[in-house]
């Protein structure tokens, strides 16, 4: 079971039964999951509904012919949706999201395999497939661009300077290189995609689905139909999952269902299979970075130079933020005077790739762990040794000059991660088991790891998210925002964060499902900033309701209610005519300042901080890799909900072991070959490890109670530790993930004979 700790002493005159931030109260929507009663979109009873299809190009660069109708199949059973009806209508024929290049349907070149180039409704999903088939698409195919080294099309690059990289290396006493390549990753999400859509009726148009970010589908769809926002509305279901994969997808596939449903005037589901689902949507970003790095002799940092180059696909999605935080975690939570990172996404003929929990993290990471182990042997330098020296500490700046106040978690949680996973007692009991056992080895592995809560640089000043409570019938409260649950505890956590702001019970607070015609515009669902930005939006906007109310009965703000004085100073409130919903905007409380020109200064409000320890067996015989354990310390700021924390952080350690080891995308001609869950290897309960957790408290100033972003921390270390274990336990030097049994395979039998004891 994860190590959790208690929760940290309230303020003075609190009473132990008020307590609700630090407890593990009942999640908001775990009855209705647990009881099936949930509604998920596919779940959605829609009188007069036809489903939608999806006609998608089978090359992976082409020029379109010609698109023609069977004049044997009864059309009037159908609608078709092409390109040429959307110039015809006046819409827009672009996904609205950062360089606007995708195109919601191809209209006369398709940039990679799967890409939209028509859509089909009839009044049940079978008569949509029988219709979309009896389209005759001619094609010309072109030569298309796959290999990501040698795309000259950029949709990205950025560029970090510090020190005097020459001078660093000038006084190395040892360099070494190294290139590091990592695999796509498949989201698998429990529930696919889906969206249905409404025509527009009383000048309003309608979608409802799973998704991650309801505004970021109001502005795509503003900007398909040349609506005003105020014409859009949309409204989560319950999601199941989404981990990156339901941020900018739909987009797309809200408006295919906007357009069929303006088409056929009806509504329209357009719910995705699986195998669609994993073959057209988007991925975690493929690539390599390259390393050159600089020690001197007492094994401290002088110099790195980093190159990171991403598969971004056809179209720029969004690229160029994940490029820009990989670019800025490059250098990992580490001291160096001299760093050179430069960084591009490069467009390829693929589908597109796009957000991923950890959002190009990851991948830097991977990278860096490992090419820290490749340098401690170049060194003669212990492992854990090289980093401890090398580790931030407070008030040291990062890669972009950016004083860190809180980096001395980061030697917190090495030292915790050791301790836990008896780092030197088990390492020798590994050599003891290595020499006596012929076809089997054992072996740990370490990473340290760092990551940005909230948007990079200015985004979240520039976001300006707002959140609102309202009184609700009966003394009770509502928040209102557009994060989204799709099952992190978003609903659960707000609540508890304003049950402790006011003072009053966990149960007197509600919380919804986002409906754009109801709540603000919170930002999107992502880049660990629910809890740690829209969190503290949520306690300000609650504390604006605390104001006017003690202002009401005449007493001073900031003092805990009780049930009974909160329902009088409600009703009195209400009685005079005063305001029902108090709102509070982002006022980049940390005051971090960025230079986005220069890439120089606070690059996040804050950082959590984490050491990971991966322990595994391998098979000599079948090179399959058996993960025995996981210890991992990681800071959270403060778990406003330990167990719920917990849970984050296991799922996305596990995920993380299955991009290191298992998940491996296969491409072939442009196309995901494996977008089936039977030849997608995805660890199972079987395969996930039992997980000790040390979950650390240094609160962030100006975080809510203390909370940091933890969604995409532990996704960032799981994978480079596991590899770095494999290649202890067989000498060997990896560099590529997934570390399938073939490629260990193939490093181990490259060892001379002698050294692999045959």
């Given at each position: 079971?994860?190590?959790?700790?208690?929760?940290?002493?309230?303020?003075?005159?609190?009473?132990?039964?008020?307590?609700?931030?630090?407890?593990?109260?009942?999640?908001?929507?775990?009855?209705?999951?647990?009881?099936?009663?949930?509604?998920?979109?596919?779940?959605?009873?829609?009188?007069?509904?036809?489903?939608?299809?999806?006609?998608?190009?089978?090359?992976?660069?082409?020029?379109?012919?010609?698109?023609?109708?069977?004049?044997?199949?009864?059309?009037?059973?159908?609608?078709?949706?092409?390109?040429?009806?959307?110039?015809?209508?006046?819409?827009?024929?672009?996904?609205?999201?950062?360089?606007?290049?995708?195109?919601?349907?191809?209209?006369?070149?398709?940039?990679?395999?799967?890409?939209?180039?028509?859509?089909?409704?009839?009044?049940?999903?079978?008569?949509?497939?029988?219709?979309?088939?009896?389209?005759?698409?001619?094609?010309?195919?072109?030569?298309?661009?796959?290999?990501?080294?040698?795309?000259?099309?950029?949709?990205?690059?950025?560029?970090?300077?510090?020190?005097?990289?020459?001078?660093?290396?000038?006084?190395?006493?040892?360099?070494?290189?190294?290139?590091?390549?990592?695999?796509?990753?498949?989201?698998?999400?429990?529930?696919?995609?889906?969206?249905?859509?409404?025509?527009?009726?009383?000048?309003?148009?309608?979608v409802q689905g799973s998704m991650q970010c309801p505004f970021y589908v109001v502005h795509a769809l503003a900007r398909l139909f040349r609506e005003p926002e105020a014409a859009i509305r949309v409204v989560q279901t319950t999601t199941g999952g989404g981990f990156g994969g339901?941020?900018?997808?739909?987009?797309?596939?809200?408006?295919?269902?906007?357009?069929?449903?303006?088409?056929?005037?009806?509504?329209?589901?357009?719910?995705?299979?699986?195998?669609?689902?994993?073959?057209?949507?988007?991925?975690?970003?493929?690539?390599?970075?390259?390393?050159?790095?600089?020690?001197?002799?007492?094994?401290?940092?002088?110099?790195?130079?980093?190159?990171?180059?991403?598969?971004?696909?056809?179209?720029?999605?969004?690229?160029?933020?994940?490029?820009?935080?990989?670019?800025?975690?490059?250098?990992?939570?580490?001291?160096?005077?001299?760093?050179?990172?430069?960084?591009?996404?490069?467009?390829?003929?693929?589908?597109?790739?796009?957000?991923?929990?950890?959002?190009?993290?990851?991948?830097?990471?991977?990278?860096?762990?490992?090419?820290?182990?490749?340098?401690?042997?170049?060194?003669?330098?212990?492992?854990?040794?090289?980093?401890?020296?090398?580790?931030?500490?407070?008030?040291?700046?990062?890669?972009?000059?950016?004083?860190?106040?809180?980096?001395?978690?980061?030697?917190?949680?090495?030292?915790?991660?050791?301790?836990?996973?008896?780092?030197?007692?088990?390492?020798?009991?590994?050599?003891?088991?290595?020499?006596?056992?012929?076809?089997?080895?054992?072996?740990?592995?370490?990473?340290?790891?760092?990551?940005?809560?909230?948007?990079?640089?200015?985004?979240?000043?520039?976001?300006?998210?707002?959140?609102?409570?309202?009184?609700?019938?009966?003394?009770?409260?509502?928040?209102?925002?557009?994060?989204?649950?799709?099952?992190?505890?978003?609903?659960?956590?707000?609540?508890?964060?304003?049950?402790?702001?006011?003072?009053?019970?966990?149960?007197?607070?509600?919380?919804?499902?986002?409906?754009?015609?109801?709540?603000?515009?919170?930002?999107?669902?992502?880049?660990?900033?629910?809890?740690?930005?829209?969190?503290?939006?949520?306690?300000?906007?609650?504390?604006?309701?605390?104001?006017?109310?003690?202002?009401?009965?005449?007493?001073?703000?900031?003092?805990?209610?009780?049930?009974?004085?909160?329902?009088?100073?409600?009703?009195?409130?209400?009685?005079?005519?005063?305001?029902?919903?108090?709102?509070?905007?982002?006022?980049?409380?940390?005051?971090?300042?960025?230079?986005?020109?220069?890439?120089?200064?606070?690059?996040?409000?804050?950082?959590?901080?984490?050491?990971?320890?991966?322990?595994?067996?391998?098979?000599?015989?079948?090179?399959?890799?058996?993960?025995?354990?996981?210890?991992?310390?990681?800071?959270?700021?403060?778990?406003?909900?330990?167990?719920?924390?917990?849970?984050?952080?296991?799922?996305?350690?596990?995920?993380?072991?299955?991009?290191?080891?298992?998940?491996?995308?296969?491409?072939?001609?442009?196309?995901?070959?494996?977008?089936?869950?039977?030849?997608?290897?995805?660890?199972?309960?079987?395969?996930?490890?039992?997980?000790?957790?040390?979950?650390?408290?240094?609160?962030?100033?100006?975080?809510?109670?203390?909370?940091?972003?933890?969604?995409?921390?532990?996704?960032?270390?799981?994978?480079?530790?596991?590899?770095?274990?494999?290649?202890?336990?067989?000498?060997?030097?990896?560099?590529?993930?997934?570390?399938?049994?073939?490629?260990?395979?193939?490093?181990?039998?490259?060892?001379?004979?002698?050294?692999?004891?045959?």
């Amino acid at each position: 079971m994860p190590s959790v700790p208690p929760a940290r002493t309230r303020p003075r005159g609190a009473r132990a039964a008020e307590r609700v931030v630090g407890r593990n109260v009942l999640r908001r929507e775990g009855r209705e999951k647990l009881t099936g009663q949930a509604i998920y979109v596919a779940d959605l009873a829609v009188d007069d509904a036809w489903w939608g299809t999806t006609v998608r190009a089978p090359h992976a660069r082409a020029r379109i012919l010609a698109i023609e109708r069977d004049p044997g199949y009864d059309w009037s059973r159908a609608v078709v949706v092409l390109a040429a009806d959307l110039e015809r209508r006046g819409y827009a024929n672009v996904a609205h999201l950062i360089h606007d290049d995708q195109p919601f349907l191809a209209a006369s070149v398709v940039e990679h395999a799967e890409e939209p180039v028509a859509l089909v409704a009839a009044p049940s999903r079978e008569e949509a497939e029988r219709a979309a088939a009896h389209l005759r698409i001619r094609y010309e195919p072109l030569e298309p661009l796959l290999d990501f080294e040698g795309s000259r099309a950029s949709f990205a690059s950025y560029a970090i300077d510090k020190g005097d990289l020459a001078r660093g290396f000038a006084a190395a006493a040892t360099v070494l290189e190294g290139v590091y390549r990592f695999g796509a990753q498949e989201h698998a999400y429990i529930e696919p995609n889906g969206m249905i859509a409404w025509p527009s009726r009383d000048g309003v148009r309608r979608v409802q689905g799973s998704m991650q970010c309801p505004f970021y589908v109001v502005h795509a769809l503003a900007r398909l139909f040349r609506e005003p926002e105020a014409a859009i509305r949309v409204v989560q279901t319950t999601t199941g999952g989404g981990f990156g994969g339901k941020e900018e997808y739909p987009n797309l596939i809200a408006g295919h269902a906007a357009l069929l449903a303006d088409a056929c005037g009806r509504p329209v589901r357009l719910l995705y299979d699986r195998a669609e689902d994993m073959a057209a949507t988007t991925r975690r970003h493929p690539g390599r970075v390259r390393h050159r790095s600089g020690l001197d002799s007492d094994g401290r940092l002088l110099a790195l130079e980093i190159d990171v180059r991403l598969d971004a696909g056809a179209y720029a999605t969004l690229s160029p933020v994940v490029l820009s935080r990989a670019v800025l975690h490059a250098a990992g939570p580490y001291r160096c005077a001299n760093v050179r990172i430069t960084g591009t996404a490069v467009k390829t003929n693929t589908p597109p790739n796009g957000a991923f929990r950890g959002f190009g993290v990851p991948q830097v990471a991977f990278a860096l762990e490992r090419h820290l182990d490749r340098l401690a042997a170049a060194a003669a330098l212990d492992p854990v040794e090289l980093r401890r020296r090398n580790l931030l500490a407070d008030g040291e700046t990062t890669a972009t000059g950016q004083a860190v106040a809180d980096a001395g978690a980061s030697r917190q949680a090495l030292a915790a991660a050791l301790s836990r996973s008896r780092w030197r007692s088990t390492r020798r009991a590994h050599a003891a088991y290595n020499r006596r056992h012929p076809t089997r080895r054992r072996g740990l592995g370490l990473a340290c790891y760092f990551h940005g809560s909230g948007f990079t640089g200015n985004g979240e000043i520039r976001l300006g998210s707002v959140a609102a409570v309202e009184l609700a019938p009966g003394g009770r409260v509502r928040v209102l925002a557009s994060s989204t649950e799709m099952g992190q505890g978003t609903r659960t956590v707000f609540a508890q964060i304003v049950a402790e702001t006011l003072g009053l019970p966990y149960e007197r607070i509600e919380t919804v499902d986002p409906d754009t015609a109801e709540v603000p515009d919170s930002g999107p669902t992502v880049a660990s900033r629910t809890v740690a930005v829209v969190g503290r939006i949520v306690a300000d906007a609650a504390r604006e309701l605390d104001r006017a109310l003690a202002a009401r009965v005449g007493r001073p703000p900031g003092r805990r209610w009780t049930v009974a004085t909160f329902e009088r100073a409600a009703r009195r409130h209400l009685a005079a005519g005063g305001e029902r919903r108090f709102e509070a905007r982002f006022a980049n409380p940390a005051g971090q300042r960025f230079d986005d020109r220069a890439y120089r200064g606070d690059a996040y409000a804050t950082y959590a901080w984490a050491a990971t320890v991966v322990e595994v067996e391998v098979d000599l015989v079948s090179f399959e890799v058996e993960v025995r354990r996981v210890v991992s310390a990681q800071d959270v700021g403060r778990a406003i909900h330990p167990r719920l924390a917990a849970g984050q952080l296991e799922g996305g350690l596990a995920q993380a072991l299955g991009w290191g080891l298992f998940e491996e995308v296969v491409m072939r001609e442009g196309r995901m070959v494996n977008a089936q869950l039977t030849n997608y290897v995805l660890p199972t309960a079987i395969e996930t490890p039992p997980i000790e957790l040390a979950i650390l408290e240094r609160p962030f100033a100006h975080g809510p109670f203390g909370a940091k972003g933890i969604g995409e921390l532990p996704m960032d270390g799981g994978a480079p530790a596991a590899v770095n274990a494999v290649a202890a336990a067989l000498g060997v030097d990896l560099t590529e993930i997934p570390a399938t049994p073939e490629r260990i395979a193939a490093a181990w039998f490259a060892r001379p004979p002698q050294e692999r004891g045959a």
